[in-house]
């Protein structure tokens, strides 16, 4: 059974940096892609990020330059490094497989930017 844990959630400023990460446990994800999605309040869950076993990273428009995912597979964990922060870019934050899988969804961490 895999359990996903996203961290490093909290409050920030317009113009401020966080890194989420997410710890991977049951079993090594290091062969998968790995994406962070985040959805956003009445909005539905969006992929932000997502890097394959090889390491090649794309990002939609919406956060490309101010968001890097990176992964560590000696830590069975990815993480989301998100700079310039913005309004719009608070949402509760998930990892997962991409394509993600269903039962492998975690409680996610919140992200709140103030204006």
């Known amino acids: 059974q895999v359990q996903l844990v996203e961290s490093g959630g909290g409050l920030v400023q317009a113009g401020g940096s966080l890194r989420l990460s997410c710890a991977a446990s049951?079993?090594?994800?290091?062969?998968?892609?790995m994406g962070w999605y985040r959805q956003a309040p009445g909005k539905p869950r969006e992929v932000v990020a997502f890097?394959?076993?090889?390491?090649?990273?794309n990002y939609p428009d919406s956060v490309k330059g101010r968001f890097t995912i990176s992964r560590d597979n000696a830590k069975n964990t990815v993480y989301l490094q998100m700079n310039s922060l913005k309004s719009e870019d608070t949402a509760v934050y998930y990892c997962?497989?991409?394509?993600?899988?269903?039962?492998?969804w975690g409680k996610g961490t919140l992200v709140t930017v103030s204006s």
């Open positions: 997962n497989t991409f394509p993600s899988r269903a039962d492998y």
């Open positions: 049951g079993r090594s994800l290091n062969a998968n892609s």
């Open positions: 890097i394959t076993d090889t390491g090649i990273m």
